[in-house]
């Protein structure tokens, strides 16, 4: 059973910078895309960052030129750089895994005090 495990998460100041980890329990190899995930209240899930095991991303475009998601196989782990945050960036981050099944973190808060 793969579990996807978020950390890095806390509150930093408009303009900071935070690194979240998504550590898998398994080889994220085996996994096609993985991903992160936003939830703010009030508002729907969006996408914030997606990589394949081939290194393909796509991003939000709301983050783009400000988030870099990466990954290492060999710690079998995502990482998701946020730079110039924002206010708005304030959210529960939830890292994600899609192949042939899906999977999902429990969330970190993210939280970008004015």
């Known amino acids: 059973q793969m579990q996807l495990v978020e950390s890095g998460g806390g509150m930093v100041q408009t303009g900071g910078s935070l690194r979240l980890s998504c550590a898998a329990s398994?080889?994220?190899?085996?996994?096609?895309?993985m991903g992160w995930y936003r939830q703010a209240p009030g508002k729907q899930r969006e996408l914030v960052a997606a990589?394949?095991?081939?290194?393909?991303?796509n991003y939000g475009d709301s983050v783009k030129g400000r988030f870099t998601i990466s990954r290492d196989n060999a710690k079998n782990t995502v990482y998701l750089q946020m730079n110039s945050l924002k206010a708005e960036d304030t959210a529960v981050y939830y890292c994600?895994?899609?192949?042939?099944?899906?999977?999902w973190g429990q969330g970190t808060q993210v939280t970008v005090s004015s």
């Open positions: 994600n895994g899609r192949g042939r099944k899906e999977y």
């Open positions: 990589i394949t095991s081939g290194g393909t991303t």
């Open positions: 398994g080889s994220i190899f085996s996994i096609p895309v």
